[in-house]
């Protein structure tokens, strides 16, 4: 460059005017972001559409419609806009009582599965990754809810299969004296069904889990720096198949939560689960409770919403282990 050659500076385009630093590098990454999600071929723009035609504008306009005759703008007995119908919130402890068990019932079924699977995946994991036990545990995700219902409340019930062993082998006087397991205040047999059908899956998903990991050989390699059985076990095996499964746990909290099958085969009159309770005020006859049967439903919506938005919040830290 010759010497005194000042450098040329070119002014700024009139029509791309300057943003705030970085909004250039936020702009361009959200449009990376959006081609990779559409795709480059138009393919994924087509699935784009179809979801959002198919899967959340449904949503969308149940829960708006849902709103409305929550607040009388719509329905049959629609006076015009009031708030009376939310005020049953305050009033009424049975949606409140109906909460309250549904989450007892979401949260005592996955913690009873989750650990039944995890001791089953670290305690048995050679014989479920070979053998007839690796076939067998396939079996029981085959069997619906309804189904797991009706076979529970054969088992368990005052007049069910157990009931009569334990009366043949003279351990009850009568049918009457077993123990309340089905439409129990407990929830028992509701628990029981929801614990059987999740077992054998998050069984696999462990199993999985521990094989792509390498859980193994990084409990052998702790082995040799000294660490304890137990050590090994809660320090490296058990926080690495959590953290990975975080995202399948928390659905199985939604799923369970939401549930109406079973619940409806086994759960008690008072308190019900959040389903059971909103298909019977949306139902009966009584035109007054449908308000409360949306209300019900935009309230367990708001709750899954939460539990979804740490599954986003939470979830992707899962893969950094």
Do not use: C
Not at 20 to 45: E, H, T, W, Y
Not at 164 to 186: C, E, K, M
Not at 233 to 251: E, G, H
Request: zero cysteines; charged letters at 10%; glycine letters at 10%.
């Amino acid at each position: 460059m010759s010497e005194g050659r000042e450098p040329v500076l070119h002014p700024p385009s009139a029509s791309a005017p300057p943003g705030p630093p970085g909004a250039g590098g936020a702009r361009a990454s959200a449009a990376q972001r959006l081609r990779r999600l559409v795709g480059g071929d138009g393919i994924g723009a087509v699935g784009l559409v179809l979801f959002v035609t198919i899967a959340v504008l449904p949503i969308a306009v149940s829960l708006g419609y849902a709103l409305l005759y929550s607040i009388g703008a719509v329905g049959l007995l629609s006076d015009g806009l009031t708030g009376a119908h939310w005020q049953v919130l305050v009033q009424e402890a049975e949606i409140w009582r109906a909460f309250g068990w549904s989450l007892y019932i979401a949260g005592a079924t996955v913690l009873l599965a989750i650990s039944l699977a995890l001791a089953l995946a670290l305690g048995l994991h050679r014989p479920l990754s070979e053998g007839p036990l690796s076939t067998i545990i396939y079996l029981p995700l085959a069997i619906p809810g309804t189904v797991a219902a009706f076979l529970v409340f054969q088992l368990f019930s005052g007049a069910g299969w157990m009931a009569r062993v334990a009366l043949a082998l003279g351990l009850i006087d009568t049918p009457a004296q077993f123990p309340d397991l089905v439409q129990d205040p407990w929830g028992i047999g509701i628990i029981a069904a929801h614990v059987g059908l999740a077992v054998p899956f998050f069984v696999l998903l462990f199993g999985q889990i521990y094989e792509s990991e390498r859980v193994r050989s990084l409990m052998e390699l702790a082995a040799t720096l000294g660490a304890s059985r137990s050590q090994r076990l809660y320090r490296i095996a058990v926080p690495i198949l959590l953290k990975r499964a975080f995202t399948n746990v928390l659905l199985l909290f939604v799923a369970v939560l939401g549930s109406y099958e079973i619940p409806l085969l086994l759960d008690q009159q008072s308190p019900q689960m959040l389903s059971v309770l909103t298909m019977r005020k949306y139902g009966l006859y009584d035109l007054a409770d449908k308000p409360e049967a949306f209300i019900i439903a935009l309230l367990y919506t708001a709750l899954v919403g939460v539990v979804i938005a740490l599954a986003f919040r939470y979830g992707h830290d899962a893969y950094d282990v």
